[in-house]
């Protein structure tokens, strides 16, 4: 004779699928903070799947760079605050409010959704001076941002000419990027 199993309550059959259930959402996570900031641009932009995966790819590629430059709290505190501070102007996302973060995270050697040339101009305007880089990464070579590190690297006296030692030592960075060819 065969015993049968008696059936579980259907109460008790609905809680351990819910249970399940939840357990496969836990499993599959929430978004990284990487895709929580792609997801607020892309949300501003409209951008298609594609940049949205290049944005998520960029952020977790200088997630790993700030790693090997041993200043991965420099890059937390940028996302961090893009997740607070991004605003989204006429279909453009605005990285203002988070400058502190930015600077720190460039300290690093790491730029995330701006090239060094695109924060050299932002330098060379505050400096009074007009914008000479195309944005983009494409217009951005190894040379011109290696010119663009030495842009970032001087004071605005240095840039304007009012100071001699500044200037000098912009110029002998700008002659080492052109003679690195």
């Known amino acids: 004779m065969l015993a049968v199993t008696p059936r579980p309550p259907r109460l008790l059959e609905v809680l351990l699928s819910l249970a399940a259930a939840g357990g496969a959402l836990l499993s599959a996570g929430c978004p990284s903070q990487e895709e929580r900031v792609c997801d607020l641009i892309c949300d501003c932009t409209g951008c298609s799947e594609a940049r949205y995966l290049d944005c998520v790819d960029k952020t977790e590629t200088a997630k790993t760079a700030v790693a090997e430059a041993s200043c991965p709290a420099a890059f937390d505190e940028y ?12 279909d453009a996302f605005s990285l203002d409010g988070c400058e502190d973060q930015e600077r720190s995270l460039r300290q ?6 701006r090239t060094v040339c695109e924060h050299a101009n932002d330098h060379l305007v505050a400096c009074g001076q007009g914008r000479p880089f195309a944005p983009g990464a494409e217009a951005c070579s190894e040379q011109i941002a290696c010119n663009a590190e030495c842009i970032l690297g001087v004071s605005c006296d240095g840039l304007n000419g009012t100071s001699f030692d500044e200037a000098q030592r912009f110029n002998e960075c700008n002659n080492r990027c052109f003679s690195m060819r």
Request: proline fraction near 0%; glycine fraction near 6%.
């Open 79 to 90: 996302l961090a605050c893009l997740e607070e501070e991004i605003e989204c102007k006429d």
């Open 108 to 113: 690093c050697g790491v730029f995330v959704f």
